[in-house]
């Protein structure tokens, strides 16, 4: 299992179109992926689930990957959060 | 029986065909037991695939009609019918609790929009919209109601609604639609200048055509005159075959015009440009023959998303324009934003009388370095051709000179930074606040030019709001107030050897051409579809005649009299 730890930058927090196209590169994936903010975690692959989550700026998410490409899902989905939504 | 009706014609042309409802039905969804929950689960699992299917078709089409933009309202709402967590949900609940999948889509949906609808952020209470949209088409499915959806019609229809979205007219299928009528709206409303731009025949505002005709029904719709016929006899479809004719042959003699110059009888030259919204309208210009765009509303840019667009998204975007205009001059109108149209993530404060209040330039220089942004934009992209900023909502010259200096002082940044800037940029102000408009003298010498947009001019120089249906009887643009205003306007810009155009709705009207070319406008601003039979009225018209028409016009006592020696003259 691959886990990691991001804070969210973007003005906009978990909301917006990046929100958008994290789930979308989360899809692309088998791996079970998750997310988790303040003690609640949600799939990844949801777009209801991530914005229920309610992230903003500053927000901490922890994302979890599980399955047979767990490793090229987490690069991907690092890749994308660094690009568009925080470190 | 033949039935005659009558609306407010919207878009020029005649329908004749079966009228198509358009309308959401209700469904009622109660609490029902299943008796073979796997059996409930395949129609689910059928219907959400169904509804996929439905959704990559109308994706797919207006993507290829309309492009991207609109074609993203389609990917969020497949992203919906995909999620994990919406159908897992719906799925346990049929499984645990026996109970119909619509009636436990309902509640999982109903949960989501509840709790989406509640958050502070427009852009979560619009996906709160897409999830009552998806669960909607899902629920259709699943009782095998026939999807009056837009793009469901494979025959040639005349669409009634109530009124027209932007999400339904996104999805509207030139090829299928005759023409529309809607019960509410004016010619102003957002479906009548959808239908303009269309070219489809379209009457607004009737009131309750909906409960007055079913599906089906034979239909004809004068988007000319406003008139409507339900179950027309033999002899009336004659009549209005002949219009049809008619209409169609001055479309095709109009079309002879596009590469023509805008000429009168007497051989007054004057410029027809376009008003548009996005570079996605710059077909339309192009086709129609436009000498210019007197008109680039920039607010659409900053609307439909969450922060504000970055210097170079909007550099591309007024390039874009510029380099299609190939030196043609192109007007583009800094960020007229505040009345009527919000930027939520700008958190402005809610005023009594928005239309008086913090809006367009106001905020702009307050904004600063919001402003300073397109500011920049603007004059990087005039490089690339003929542009022109023009300033709205200006009330005194302090206004105008903070805003030129803020001009100049990225102007030096930029060439400081070694960015290539057009020469000689040209800067105007849109008159539309009386005050302007009065001292339009002192205003000639500090800009190139003067744009006059009438919507607002008219609704402040007759203190009558154009939204509020009680007073649309005093929203009157052939006042002879206004029309003295306008010829102020026009008077004190010769005088400094300046031009003076129009970007308001007036300047495409029929009865409006006439009195604007003998009180001297230059350039005439309107919607792209109404250029060429502007070009077209414009070449039997004398401007002599035309100079005596508007002297008369100024002494008329009311806009009555005025529309009626326009009338008899034309």
Known sequence: ?87 | MAEHIQGIAASDGVAIGKAFLLEQPELDIQKETVANAEDELENFQAAVANAGKELEAIRAKTLEQQGEENAEIFSAHLLVLEDPEMLGAVETKVKDEHITASYALHEVSSMYIDMFENMDNEYMRERAADIKDVSQRILMHLAGVENTSLTATDEEVIILSHDLTPSDTAQLDRQYTLGFVTNIGGRTSHSAIMARSLEIPAVVGTKDMTSRVQSGDLLIVDGGTGELVIDPDEATMDTYRERQREHEAKKEAQKKLVGEPSISADGQRVELAANIGTPNDMKGVLENGAEGIGLYRTEFLYMGRDSLPEEDEQFEAYRSVVEKMNGAPVVIRTLDIGGDKELPYLDLPEELNPFLGFRALRLCLENTEMFRTQLRALLRASNYGNLKIMFPMVATLEELRSAKALLQEEKSRLHEEGAAVGEAVEVGIMVEIPSTAVAATQFAKEVDFFSIGTNDLVQYTLAADRMSERVAHLYQPYHPAVLQLIKNVIDASHAEGKWTGMCGEMAGETTAIPLLLGLGLDEFSMSASSILPARSQLATLNVTVARELAERALTCGTADEVEKIVHEHV
Request: proline residues 1%.
């Open chain 1, 1 to 87: 299992m691959e886990q990691k730890t991001f804070t969210i930058t973007a003005e906009t927090g978990l909301h917006a179109r990046p929100a958008t196209q994290l789930v979308n590169k989360a899809g692309q994936f088998s791996s079970e992926i998750n997310i988790e903010s303040r003690g609640k975690s949600v799939n990844l692959k949801s777009i209801m689930g991530v914005m229920s989550l309610g992230v903003g700026k500053g927000g901490e998410v922890i994302i979890t990957a599980d399955g047979n490409d767990e490793k090229e899902a987490m690069e991907a989905i690092t890749n994308q959060i660094q690009e568009e939504l925080g470190e």
